[in-house]
């Protein structure tokens, strides 16, 4: 870090220039972000994971924030809010899954092939699913076993 020294001549106008620069620097080197938590789980139906969808937690804060995680092929996620595997806000949580396979874009036939849903549409939405979570500090893990 290099010293900045101020000669005892300066006048006031370079000094108080010195001292507003001074005061920033704790403000842009400090981490006070949000209290953020690793989140993990697994996505299971019918005894077998959901390999496709994702996986959404809707904060129920006032101004919180949603974060949402990819399914793996054996059922796995990890949640992000911002950046990959960053988790999620410290807080509570209405948790919602999307699981469908991807739709057959084909020209025959003309009309177009529904994708296979891979878990009960009613976890789809927040007010439906009746899946919770509280997410707390440090590591957390939500498996979700889902029926019909």
């Known amino acids: 870090m290099k010293r900045i020294t101020v000669k005892a001549g300066a006048g006031p106008l370079a000094r108080l220039v010195v001292l507003a620069c001074?005061?920033?620097?704790?403000?842009?080197?400090?981490?006070?972000?949000?209290?953020?938590?690793?989140?993990?789980?697994?996505?299971t139906y019918q005894g077998k994971p959901v390999p496709?969808?994702?996986?959404?937690?809707?904060?129920?804060?006032?101004?919180?924030?949603?974060?949402?995680?990819?399914?793996?092929?054996?059922g796995n996620y990890t949640l992000?809010?911002?950046?990959?595997?960053?988790g999620a806000l410290v807080g509570d949580y209405l948790v919602t899954i999307y699981a469908h396979d991807e739709p057959i874009l084909d020209y025959i036939p003309k009309k177009p092939i529904p994708p296979k849903i891979l878990s009960p549409t009613k976890y789809e939405k927040p007010e439906t699913s009746g899946l919770k979570a509280t997410v707390k500090?440090?590591?957390?893990n939500f498996d979700f076993d889902l029926k019909d």
Do not use: H, I
């Not at 001074?22 to 996505?43: D, E, H, I, W």
């Not at 496709?52 to 054996?74: H, I, M, W, Y």
């Open 80 to 86: 992000q809010t911002e950046q990959p595997g960053d």
């Open 22 to 43: 001074a005061s920033l620097v704790p403000v842009a080197c400090g981490s006070t972000g949000p209290n953020m938590a690793r989140v993990t789980g697994k996505v």
């Open 137 to 140: 500090s440090g590591s957390n």
């Open 52 to 74: 496709k969808g994702s996986v959404t937690f809707v904060s129920t804060a006032e101004g919180g924030r949603n974060a949402t995680g990819q399914l793996d092929p054996e």
